[in-house]
């Protein structure tokens, strides 16, 4: 990984011309052959080591309760990490309720709110627990997730389709947050749901969103650097976990520019925080 400090007249293509050295000297279509059975074998450990977790957690009787299966801990965080899992989500409702502070308010005194792209209850479990005063609606693409959420978590839980409309009344919420759901999808699925987001919301509502800022980005060639520079917002596709998340779901980086120029057409924009939850930048907005 290339690291320079940051230099915003040549930053990010300045951090990533070791990389391109490296690759001029291999031909695309080897690296792209290569790339493709590394991701098969990838994935099909992947699954073997799911396996291999839920089976040490059966027969140890895991002494975490109510803790969702390994891959769909997987699909979220990344990792087969149980304390990761549940410490990862607790910082994350923390944040939460920690940004509404700042703007003077608080999830105790909302009476709805919608954890939007919930996977399996990371974040959504912390919250139902801290504000047992207030109704927590949870949605994904994901039905396995949901299920288990359904049986395990307080709360209540819906699957939903790739894009809008959700199954909820105009201005039904006092508060949605989607936490690394914009993150993988790409522009045109991100407006369709604020759009979505402003219709649920009810006038004066919080809508609180994690993404990929720059801050993020180590690994873009110089194309994709030029191309996120340009346009504000880049939607990578990758075949790593193909199958194992939606096909719409890939990676989304996106220029704090370019929130702010874009996003005041559905919300006012209260705060932007540069890595406000640890690699993802944080932004919290207010409907009008
Ligand atoms: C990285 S996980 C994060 C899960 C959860 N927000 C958390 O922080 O633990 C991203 C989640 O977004 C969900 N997702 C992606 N696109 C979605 C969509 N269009 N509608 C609902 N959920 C979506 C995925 O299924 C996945 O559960």
Redesign the pocket.
Known sequence: MCRAPRDERTWPIDRCRGIQRATMFISRKAYNAAKTVYYSAFRAFLYVRSAIHCAIEVVSGSRYSRVPPPLLRY????SFDIRLFLI??QR?AESIERELNKAGTSLSRMNSVL??????????RWLIESFPHTRFCG????TL?IRWCQENLRGSFRT????PPLDFANAEFDCV?????F???DEW?QLQ?LAEFRRLLRPGGYLLI?LHGTGTMERLSMQEAAALRSQGILFMRSSKLHGI??E??HTTIQTKEYVLQTWPAFFEIVSYKELGLGYQDLVLLRRA
């Open positions: 699909k979220v965080s990344e990862v989500g994350i954890d939007f792209g919930c996977g399996c209850g990371r974040t959504i949605t994904d693409v994901d997730a939903n389709r790739a894009t947050y989607a936490i690394s759901v993150t993988h999808i699925h749901w994690s998340h939606p719409f779901y």
